[in-house]
């Protein structure tokens, strides 16, 4: 099935990162398929410079080449968000014209006060479709645009992620109308990947558990474009040495979470393949290749371990820096 990768450049590729991508790209090729890579630098404040060609260089360097993206280019190009805003743009009017698509005014404070039963997490609380009603939209202010969500049962999303099993989710009753085009003109993440991914022929997305919350809402944008929404695999966190996912403030309290680092004190491509791919659930001797990883996945199932830890020594904490002086 066709895959992808879809990095954002906001620093070093960690080894969460590298799972994923390692992931995807072996069960693109145990098929024969096409493995794309896709920028996903949308957000320029959050862009780190030359971190898109580091990711890129941190990849080759484990051997995974990709078909179609940076640098390759391909068939369904641009590979970079930034300069792709165009089809976001172009989607978000093909909604408008359904009457999908309403414009929203309120502040996150607002959105807070009004929710009934303001839950934690990433997702944030529901939104109670205020500016439904255009009485209530406060004219002068900066509008974002929203999707009405469907109320006729079309909302309903069920799916059978291949790692996270079946999934039940009312788009509706969870998230609400959400926001496809940001107040500062910037699309949503959930509408850029639902356009690339429908767009790119995207066959199956393999990516980190953290984005199941978000998959519900992109199969109801594919289905509302009148695309075909990709199938889904929810891939179990890396944990990092405090047990929490492992992210990016790792990198300021330990040394090995990244690729560059661990090449850095030579660690070789080989070995971090060979960690990968056992915690993908295949079964690894010592001269594992990339080669025979690519066997593995095509004459067995992939199992992924529940949550793993990357091997103790190759995180090491700081020692010496400024911050302990
Ligand atoms: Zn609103």
Redesign the pocket.
């Known amino acids: 099935m066709r895959g992808r990768f879809a990095p954002s450049p906001t620093g070093d590729l960690h080894l969460g990162g590298a799972f994923t991508a390692l992931a995807s790209y072996l069960r693109a090729k145990a098929v024969g398929d096409a493995w794309m890579v896709r920028m996903e630098d949308l957000d320029p404040p959050r862009v780190v410079p030359g971190s898109a060609a580091r990711i890129l260089d941190d990849l080759t360097w484990l051997g995974l080449a990709w078909d179609e993206g940076p640098g390759v280019g391909g068939p369904y190009g641009d590979y970079s968000q930034s300069r792709r805003s165009e089809k976001y743009s172009a989607a978000i009017a093909d909604l408008e014209a359904r009457g999908h698509v309403y414009p ?3 502040t996150r404070a607002e959105i807070s006060r009004a929710a009934s039963a303001p839950h934690a997490g990433e997702e944030g609380p529901r939104y109670p479709g ?2 439904r009603d255009p009485s209530r ?1 406060r004219a002068g202010r900066p509008a974002s645009l929203r999707l009405r969500v469907p109320d006729d049962g079309r909302a309903r999303i069920r799916f059978v992620d291949a790692f996270a099993g079946p999934q039940d989710e009312d788009v509706g009753a969870q998230v609400g109308d959400f926001v496809l085009l940001r107040a500062d003109g910037v699309a949503s993440y959930q509408l850029a990947v639902t356009v690339d991914d429908v767009a790119m022929r995207v066959e199956e997305v393999v990516r980190g558990d953290d984005l199941l919350p978000s998959t519900a809402r992109q199969i109801l944008l594919a289905q509302l474009l009148d695309g075909a929404p990709p199938a889904y695999a929810h891939l179990p966190m890396v944990l990092g040495p405090d047990g929490e996912r492992l992210a990016k403030r790792h990198q300021s309290k330990w040394r090995g979470s990244t690729i560059a680092e661990l090449r850095e004190v030579g660690v070789t491509a080989a070995a971090i393949l060979r960690v990968l791919g056992d915690a993908l659930g295949f079964v690894i001797d010592e001269d594992a290749s990339l080669g025979h990883l690519i066997e593995s996945a095509g004459t067995t199932p992939m199992r992924p371990r529940a949550a793993w830890a990357p091997p103790r020594e190759w995180l090491r904490p700081h020692v010496g820096d400024s911050s302990s002086r």
Do not use: E, G, K
């Open positions: 929203c005014t309120c205020t500016c939209r």
